[in-house]
């Protein structure tokens, strides 16, 4: 008789979790075709679940997530893990406050990405949800942890739980894997609106003091408790 055991346990919920969460990403318009992933630390072990590499949002279920080491090696799963797996398992490995790292292709957030441009924070939802501008990260190449390198610099001591990869795109990071997937949707939506306000004209600047008061009421005080 097999025994499960409280890590096999653990690793069914955030299977579960992951896999669920992967349907925001094409809800919210943020990923095309089997572009994008979102990844989750299991809770007290040195693991990771993240999404298999080029499998079709449609076919995603808890049982073919797969389970890595914090150095990016497959634990268990049929499937090769996505390939930015290097690049979450550096982010867990040096930030151990992160829980959910996400990365899409969002259109507008990519938009940025090809301009190396920060998205400036001249909206209120920009100072809560970042807590000023979204930053860039440098230019790195896909495969090993380098992108992992640029996540961790450029976020390291940083308001923002959103970097936009110079030339690639978005990751975000979060102390859940839903909270990474919800600071990619604001991501996106924080650069589209930008983009259109620059359509019309320039942004009038929020005042520093202001920034800092938005963010720490939306990070302390908003929302249930």
């Given amino acids: 008789m097999s ?9 069914l919920r955030v ?21 994008g992933n ?11 679940v993240i999404k298999p590499s ?14 890595c080491d914090l150095e990016g090696r497959v634990v268990e799963g049929e499937h090769a893990p996505s390939s930015d797996t290097a690049a979450a398992a550096y982010v867990y490995r040096h930030m151990p406050e992160v829980g959910g790292v996400v990365h899409t292709h969002s259109p507008y957030a990519v938009a940025w990405a090809a301009r190396r441009e920060p998205v400036p924070c001249v909206t209120t939802m920009c100072a809560d949800e970042f807590g000023g501008e979204i930053p860039i990260g440098p230019f790195a190449i896909i495969g090993d942890d380098s992108i992992g390198r640029g996540i ?23 102390a859940t894997a839903r909270k990474a997937v919800a600071a990619a949707v604001m991501c996106e939506e924080t650069a ?10 320039e942004a009038v600047p929020i005042e520093q003091s202001a920034i800092d008061a938005l963010n720490h009421r939306y990070q302390n005080v908003y929302g249930q408790r």
């Avoid at 979102?38 to 990771?48: C, F, I, K, Y």
């Avoid at 610099?153 to 690639?168: C, F, K, Q, W, Y």
């Avoid at 589209?192 to 004209?201: A, F, I, S, Y």
């Fill in 15 to 35: 299977r579960r979790e992951v896999a669920a969460l992967h349907a925001e990403l094409p809800r919210y318009g943020l990923v095309v075709w089997t572009a």
């Fill in 3 to 11: 025994v499960v055991t409280d890590v096999d346990q653990t690793i």
């Fill in 54 to 67: 080029g499998v079709s949002y449609d076919d995603l279920t808890p049982e073919n997530m797969v389970v």
């Fill in 192 to 201: 589209r609106q930008v983009h259109l306000l620059r359509q019309v004209g």
């Fill in 152 to 174: 961790v610099e450029t976020l390291r001591g940083s308001r923002s739980p959103a970097v936009i990869m110079a030339n690639h795109g978005p990751f975000t990071i979060g």
């Fill in 38 to 48: 979102v990844s989750a630390r299991v809770p007290g072990h040195d693991l990771m």
